[in-house]
Each structure stands twice: as C-alpha cells, then as structure tokens.
C-alpha cells in the first residue's frame, strides 16, 4: 500500500482534477482542484511507490508544473511579500492606464519584473489581482483601512468617516478606477462585482456594524443598520460626485466638505437619534 504524504497547499490558475506529476525516486504527486472562495486551490499529495511497483491505475503519468509558490518558503498568503506587492502595484499602474479589459497578466507580470508563473502563485487571476489592487488604494492611497471604527459618540465617528469617505470618492485614482468598472463591467461582470463588493459594500458593512454598536450603546434607533448606512454614504456624496463622474465642476474644497458632511451627520441623526424620554 503506498504511502500518502501531507497535503501541501499551492495557488494554480487551471488545472484539471486527478493529474500527476512522477518524479525520480518512486515518488508522484496526486493533485486535486478545490475552489474555495475564488481561488484554486491545489492539495499536492506525495504518494511514495514501493520498488518494483507501479502506480494506482488512477494515476495519469503525464507532466505537471509545481506553482512556484509550492517550493517557495515564504507563506502565500503574506500581503507584505515584496513580489506580491509588486505585482499589485504593477496591476494597479496598468489598470488605470489601459483599462481592465486592455490589460494581460503578461503585461503585468513585466511591468512586476516577475514571471507570469509568480503573477498566479499569488493570484487566481486578473479578477483576484483588481481586488487587490482596490483593498490597496482603499488603505493606502485613499487612508481608509478596513477595520472597525472607534466605538466613540456617532457624531464625533460619523463626522470623521464622512471626511475620509469625500476623501476616497473625490481621489483622481479611484474616480478612474470607477469610471472603468462603470465601462466595462458589461464586458467583465466580475469586474463591476468586484469593485462594488472591496468598495461601497465594504464601506456600507464597516459603517453598519458601527451604528449596530450604538444601538446597544442606547445612542441610536437603527432597525435597518445596512439601510442606514447607505442613507449616510449617499447624503455624504450629495450631489458632487455625480459631477465629478461627468468632469463637471471642481472637487469640494475644505470648506465645501464640512459643510456637506456636517448637514449630513445633522440629517442622520436627526433620523436616528435615540430621543431624550
């Protein structure tokens, strides 16, 4: 009976389930297909073959290339690796540049200075590389990292999230990234789906949990946290960013944001405020 190794994870962009790969010294590797959350997921299974013996009629003897990230030491899922880094970055230079349907995993794999093999060590494909690329400008370019806002009185935390959300919307960077998603999502649905779930989702949950907490807290009566949420987002965009979508008009100055953001968070509360007695 052959001895079955530890399974040992690694990103793949295709493979079909059952292939092998038989190495010297009687040792094969069993591959199988899972896709969990997007990604595929390859379990690579050293089976070590007795001498004199031949593998299990299930095993295809046929050529199959390890993903670098199987040999590489450094853990996969670390977003601080410079080559993963890099390639996000690179992505998000060509996306906004030539576009998402313009833009080839060659093209971003040269602009990495990396193989396309390392591209799909880290990522499943071009749909997995543009969320990152959102998650990223999002905390670093845009300074909204994704955690959960200060359990602090919500006129205080409300007033500071809609700064930095007119901040994020009004950026050149992601009005661009936005105007993409809006062209060619009809292309690309994994396109709009991706920027709507790492962008306005993302900000509408982070908010709901916030106004949930202060419904325990006795601040606010919110029966609908999800709904309120976007009710707040949208006061706070007002009208200035369909403008801005259409090139119409300056981006809102200092001035212009607290006045928009302060009629907001007066509005909401004014909604949702818990009432003395």
């Not at 590797?29 to 031949?54: F, K």
């Not at 996000?88 to 602009?111: H, P, W």
């Not at 709901?208 to 965009?237: H, I, M, S, T, W």
């Amino acid at each position: 009976m052959p001895c079955l190794g530890r399974p040992v994870p690694a990103v793949l962009s295709t493979c079909d389930h059952g292939r092998t790969l038989c190495i010297p010294a009687g040792i094969a590797w069993q591959v199988s297909l899972n896709l969990r959350g997007g990604q595929a997921l390859i379990e690579c299974y050293a089976l070590r073959i007795p001498a004199g013996s031949s593998a299990p009629e299930n095993f295809k003897e046929t050529e199959f290339m390890l993903p670098e990230a199987a040999l590489n030491t450094e853990p996969l899922s670390s977003e601080s690796s410079p080559k993963r880094v890099a390639i996000v970055r690179a992505a998000g230079k060509l996306f906004l540049e030539s576009g998402y349907g313009e833009t080839s995993m060659d093209a971003i794999a040269a602009e990495a200075e990396v193989s396309k093999r390392t591209v799909y060590s880290y990522f499943s494909g071009k749909d997995a590389l543009f969320e990152a690329v959102m998650i990223d400008l999002c905390e670093s370019e845009a300074g909204m990292p994704h955690s959960d806002l200060p359990d602090h009185p919500a006129e205080e935390v409300l007033t500071n999230f809609g700064r930095g959300y007119v901040k994020v919307v009004s950026s050149d960077i992601v009005l661009t990234i936005f105007r993409i998603a809006a062209s060619e999502s009809a292309r690309f649905p994994e396109l709009g789906e991706t920027f709507y779930r790492c962008g306005p989702m993302r900000s509408n949950h982070r908010l709901a949990a916030y106004l949930k907490a202060r419904e325990r807290a006795g601040e606010l009566q919110v029966p609908e946290p999800e709904l309120a949420a976007a009710q707040f987002l949208a006061l706070v965009k007002s009208e200035f960013f369909l403008r801005l979508m259409l090139g119409v008009g300056p981006k809102p100055d200092e001035a212009d944001v607290e006045r928009l953001v302060g009629s907001a968070v007066r509005t909401f509360l004014s909604r949702y405020g818990r009432k003395a007695g």
